[in-house]
């Protein structure tokens, strides 16, 4: 059973900086992101990473954000500068393998204080 466990949220203030991680078997993915939920919003993408290394974000989060990920370690992790109250959400860990299969975490809770 492969599983996907996200790890480094927290609250955090305004202009702070968090950094998440994902732990999973990176190598047999294909593409890996990140997704939020905000309370009465849509679940989002945040941004995505394929196996290559080519990155793709939302335009919110283009030039705070930096996702990466490294088989070695088998994680995959999202650095999250100049946080802002807007990016306050769950972020869930998610994941895509060769025969289209997808995967997701758990979740974990990002907040940032104005």
């Known amino acids: 059973q492969v599983q996907l466990v996200e790890s480094g949220g927290g609250l955090v203030q305004a202009g702070g900086s968090l950094r998440l991680s994902c732990a999973a078997p990176?190598?047999?993915?294909?593409?890996m992101a990140w997704y939020r939920q905000a309370p009465g919003k849509q679940r989002e993408l945040v941004a995505s990473?394929?196996?290559?290394?080519?990155?793709n974000y939302a335009d919110s989060v283009k030039g705070r954000f930096t996702i990466s990920r490294d088989n070695a370690k088998n994680t995959m992790n999202l650095q999250m500068n100049s946080l802002e109250p807007e990016d306050t959400a769950v972020y869930y860990c998610?994941?895509?393998?060769?025969?289209?299969?997808?995967?997701w975490g758990q979740g974990t809770q990002v907040t940032v204080s104005s």
């Open positions: 998610n994941a895509v393998n060769w025969r289209k299969q997808n995967y």
């Open positions: 990473i394929t196996r290559d290394g080519t990155t």
């Open positions: 990176v190598s047999i993915f294909s593409t």
